[in-house]
């Protein structure tokens, strides 16, 4: 299962056999990747989404397959332009959850007024597919002066997160019922492009690089960065906003926040000289409110991510190992 | 299952629920959507494969997945010019068989010159997937004064198949064993590209529509045709080609090898004064060395295939209806 996590496992699996075997290019291991066909540069991106249970509190896969898409796009600097779908439904999968997943991809489409153009759908026996998986792909077209680049990170540059951390993966976790928690939570599954538009129109030529840190947690990719810069991370635990009710669940089962899996923030690099605006423009947007600086860029220990924790310490956390939440999205 | 099997069902599926909530525009239902970005005109198309079994004479569905999009873009009248794709693995999936459709893809990827630029990997728990399904997106790019449309079709317009009909279909039911028969008989699983460009070159101003005849067979695609153009389909069955353990095997199962699949064909229809140049340029291509000219476009009956069988008898042939063989690709 841990290959299929977002963590080390899953990215030995792709660095060890899918990119060898697969990739020929330069490619790096973005959120989506650049092409250039017929005279235009697009961003090409695609996920599946296997998220057990369909439904859950603030969304559902469906939901979740288009949001994905579009925030994969958005945090590669993209706007989504068309996407294509595809389902796995299993025999006797019941009309109306079909009907309320397809509801519901449609009013996400609308929200974040995309075109779905083509799919699929292919049925499998009973007991082969777990209701359904949704497979999305989406083009984007790049947005106004944004460039996103690990390689362009400085020392000195600031760590921006969109809000409360956490929230998808606990969610999930309590919608489970496998634990006897309650708390008030919904997903934070929304498209994040108004929130990157309103960065790039604030901020483009400092800003460096951008990620939603979905499975493996913000966490991982901040991991994923520092080795990416071959530069240090430094995060201010106090400063890393999150619900009493994630930090409460992550205290009792003995999780990290910080690798917990969301759907709808992100993580943004910015130089120091643009920090206010790329902030200020976050704050002022629908869905921002709760932005605010949680780190910044370090020349040492190279590859790393520090976090200063409360209690005036410092710890190194590494990516996401195993899979303490398996099908989360 | 039938749902899942490329016939009635699965278009009613598709026309009652999926078109009306989640297509907005005026898209046909065609095997690849046009899109406009960037100032690019782009062909966008999307498939799941979850061929059972994974490997099986001729193929396996590493090599499926990437043929099957470089084909729906090819008769789209497009040259395959990035894909990205995903896997869904079982837990416990050998490492081996993972591998294996891992270099199937790349050598599939290799054979039609088309780049793999992203993926993403899921695993679900052990008996929630069936050893793994792959989903397929790819972006192509316009053949040069190819366009395909069905409502161009006119009375005395010829169909063009490829060559012999069937293979894939009766070689994954025979690979299933359930059946105690035996045939010297492949999947034709291929890329059809090579074929779709010799034909443009010979013929574009006089291509009209073309088809690859997967799920469902020739009879489910050209039901399509006629119900999209208004017209008939008239085919000669003594003109179709077909292997002898295709012919066999359908007739032992009372199937009717007009609705098997078939992975490495096409059917194209041409203008008639453009139909000799069409054949020859097929015919001198590697792999066209048994098309051939199977029927006509006629004025009536409106929105039906007739064929003209070896008895001299002629009988209506309709979609596919249920799922004589599920999980077919």
Redesign the interface.
Known sequence: ?????GGKA?RR??EG??AP?????E?QLND??T?N??????A???????VRPLQFPGGSIGELAVNGTVNDLAVSGARA??M??????E?GLEREV??AE??A??AA?ARARV???????????R????GM?I?T?G?G??IEGVRIDPRSVRPGDNVLLTGPIGDHGITILLARSELDLEADLVSDTRPVLPLVEALAAACAPGLRWMRDPTRGGVATSLNELARDCGLAVELNEEDIPMHDAVRGACELLGLDPLHIANEGQFLAVVAPEYTDMALNALLQTEGGEAACVIGKIREHPANAVLVNTRYRGTRIIDMLVGDPL??IC
Do not use: C
């Open positions: 299962m841990s290959h299929g996590a899953s699996l792709v056999m899918f075997l697969l990739l020929t290019g490619e989506a990747a092409v066909i017929g005279g235009a540069t697009l090409f991106t695609t996920d599946s989404f296997v332009r068309a294509v779908a595809t389902f796995v439904l025999e079909l009907e397809v509801r991809m449609a489409l075109p779905l153009v083509g799919g699929d759908t292919k049925v499998v026996e007991g082969k597919a777990d998986y497979t792909a083009i077209s790049p398996p099908r």
